[in-house]
């Protein structure tokens, strides 16, 4: 079963799918967090486009990013996070009922990627444009990794 990545931000969101056997996160979409009343249907399109559509017997849950501050606490950014995330959630779980929410430390996934993609060679506005859904991919990746050490190790 897959898992979606959402790396929610003020204006833009950033959306990730791994494959349904939880090996890969991969990059989807940016878009629009406005209007956000239709923001949970352009994510079902976006993964329909990319290859992996929504439905109840393909996803297990949604993982969503926290931009705490320096010392791991919350403040107005994460707050609206959790906002936004709790309400694509709602959204999305009308389809897929057992849809898990999973909230995550996502404090370095943006700047790291930006790293990385620059050190790809991936040119300012390209970068720009896409950073969102690589840091929802690595936020995802992150949290896959987490379980799968979890689940290898019961102690």
């Known amino acids: 079963m897959r898992w979606i990545g959402f790396d929610p931000g003020e204006t833009r969101c950033g959306i990730a799918v791994c494959d349904p056997a939880q090996i890969l996160a991969s990059p989807v979409a940016v878009l629009s967090v406005q209007p956000r009343q239709t923001l949970a249907e352009r994510i079902r399109q976006a993964l329909a486009a990319y290859g992996a559509p929504f439905?109840?017997?393909?996803?297990?849950?949604?993982?969503?990013?926290?931009?705490?501050?320096?010392?791991?606490?919350?403040?107005?950014?994460?707050?609206?996070?959790?906002?936004?995330?709790?309400?694509?959630?709602?959204?999305?779980?009308?389809?897929?009922?057992?849809?898990?929410?999973?909230?995550?430390?996502?404090?370095?996934?943006?700047?790291?990627?930006?790293?990385?993609?620059?050190?790809?060679?991936?040119?300012?506005?390209?970068?720009?444009?896409?950073?969102?859904?690589?840091?929802?991919?690595?936020?995802?990746?992150?949290?896959?990794?987490q379980r799968r050490r979890a689940a290898e190790d019961p102690t």
Do not use: N
């Open 55 to 145: 439905g109840p017997d393909e996803y297990s849950g949604m993982v969503c990013g926290l931009a705490l501050d320096q010392r791991g606490r919350q403040g107005e950014s994460a707050r609206r996070g959790m906002e936004l995330g709790q309400a694509v959630h709602d959204a999305l779980k009308t389809e897929v009922p057992k849809l898990e929410l999973h909230f995550v430390d996502e404090r370095f996934s943006t700047a790291g990627m930006q790293r990385q993609l620059k050190d790809a060679g991936s040119r300012g506005k390209q970068r720009s444009a896409e950073i969102d859904a690589w840091a929802a991919a690595s936020i995802l990746d992150d949290f896959l990794q």
